[in-house]
């Protein structure tokens, strides 16, 4: 088999836990991809028949789903969010641990029994979900970043935003409000190319071998 496959890792908080989970199962960069002065996007691998391709973690999954890349890793909110059919998460790789939170101004005023808010986010699908639940009407503002000064700036009441550690928010004088996911990197991959191509399984079996193995030690 010929053709190359296309491994799709995203930039930001995963990687830099990614990239040893990804040795491990056989998945190594060239050397020009730790060079952070390189702005490509492409990649050669020590593997001939695998090119990285480093883009945005919603491109991630899009790129997978889609069938331009064959495997790669995102977040588990990112799989929730856009919830593609075509998308298959097999192995959860116990990394980049994070959660999805509801947030807002510390001493807001209270909004018990409201139907209807504005929250600023980049997981609308999630952020509305979560709030029907509670019979509110979220409108969903949509922004990549700077979530945080949503709320002094009067875009919106409330963000939903990703928390580690709960700094940024104590930053900007945000309190966490409500819990909506927990979140993990997980390994995905395209079905139709885990079906037809069995380097893909392969792969798939030294990510979850390496999985079990670290949740044994």
């Not at 979220?138 to 700036?153: F, S, T």
């Amino acid at each position: 088999m010929t053709d190359s496959l296309t491994f799709a890792i995203p930039k930001g908080r995963i990687l830099d836990e990614a990239l040893p989970v990804m040795a491990r199962a056989g998945v190594v960069p060239e050397d020009a991809f730790h060079d952070k002065a390189n702005r490509s996007l492409t990649f050669a691998t020590t593997r001939e028949d695998m090119r990285l391709i480093r883009v945005r973690a919603f491109d991630v999954a899009t790129f997978v789903a889609h069938g331009a890349a064959q495997l790669g890793i995102v977040g588990s909110d990112v799989i929730e969010e856009f919830d593609y059919a075509d998308l298959y998460a097999p192995v959860d790789l116990d990394i980049g641990h994070c959660h999805l939170a509801v947030a807002e101004p510390k001493g807001a005023s209270a909004t018990n029994g409201a139907s209807h808010l504005r929250v600023a986010t980049k997981y609308p699908n999630l952020t509305r979900r979560h709030f029907e639940k509670q019979g509110i009407q979220a409108e969903c503002v949509k922004l990549n970043g700077a979530m945080e000064i949503a709320p002094e700036l009067g875009l919106a009441g409330r963000i939903v935003d990703l928390v580690s550690s709960g700094q940024t928010l104590k930053d900007n004088g945000l309190v966490e409000t409500g819990h909506i996911m927990d979140i993990t990197a997980r390994l995905i991959v395209n079905r139709a190319a885990l079906k037809t191509d069995p380097r893909v399984g392969a792969l798939v079996e030294a990510f979850r071998a390496d999985s079990e193995k670290r949740s044994a030690a």
